[in-house]
């Protein structure tokens, strides 16, 4: 005969979770229905989300964006001095090529150097800050506000001085947290964006970074290539060997014609395919996108205040 005894265990199991799926339907259901006693309280917190993010849009700054797209400069067509006989007699005093001159372009563009060239000439730092500047006293005021103050009076405490006057550092520190240099893989284009309220310096904020990176490069590669010149020409004057004397005049030939394309008319580090140019609307802040995130976490404060009103209510 078969055995038709039924483990205990197994005749206490219960069914399929159908119990735990009801149970948890009818949690959603009583939390809706709390949450609909208080709608009114979810309602006004809704309210007060959006009413806070209009209030947010209309207090905002419109930022707008400057934008500015290069590539490297053409290369130079000429006698190769960086291999052979050439590089020796230069001692190692090669200009640099065309890629070298767009990646030190790209790299100096945050550079103090360029940034003393820029406040030297051109007082950014007074234009960037003009509520720090004493036009009329010609001097920096200390930063206002109270945790200024705060940090002040913490510096001073440990023989700190209060606050650092604008400098070509914090210009040079603003230009690379500022400015971005965009560029898509095997490509060498490259869209250099600056933005800021005023679309019209954002436009001249690029073209006098973008003038004084390549007048910096420009103005050295001639100081190299005037040291080259003249080292050609000592070396001429010691040199009787025929075949030294004819590289020599070769390289000296080559690098008086560098020398004269070094014409600040002409692009020497980067070529602008398009000049700066400012974005018509701004690209900061976002209308459409803050209201639709408005509405979402005011949704779930509504609900979350709902629930809190409805449980005090029960407590009650």
Known sequence: MYDTHIPP???????????????????????????????????????????LALLMLARATPIYSATMVVMPPEPQKGFDTSRGLGASLLGGLQASPGDDKFTRYQEGMSSVVIAERLQKRHQLLQRLMPGRWDAANKRWLPPDGLMNNIRGGISSLFGLPPYAEPSSVILAEYIASQVTLVSRPRSTIVRVVYNNPDPAFAVEFLTLLHAEVNAYLRDEATAAATIRIRQLEQRLEQTTQGVHRNALLSLLEQEQRDLLLLDPALPYAATVIDPPYASSLPVSPRPLLTIFVALILGTVAGLVVALLVSGLRREA
């Open 9 to 51: 265990a197994l005749e206490a199991t219960p069914g399929p979770g159908i119990e735990q799926v009801t149970q948890g339907g009818t949690d959603l259901k009583q939390l809706a229905l709390l949450a609909w006693r208080s709608k009114w309280w979810g309602l006004a917190t809704l309210a007060l989300v959006v009413a």
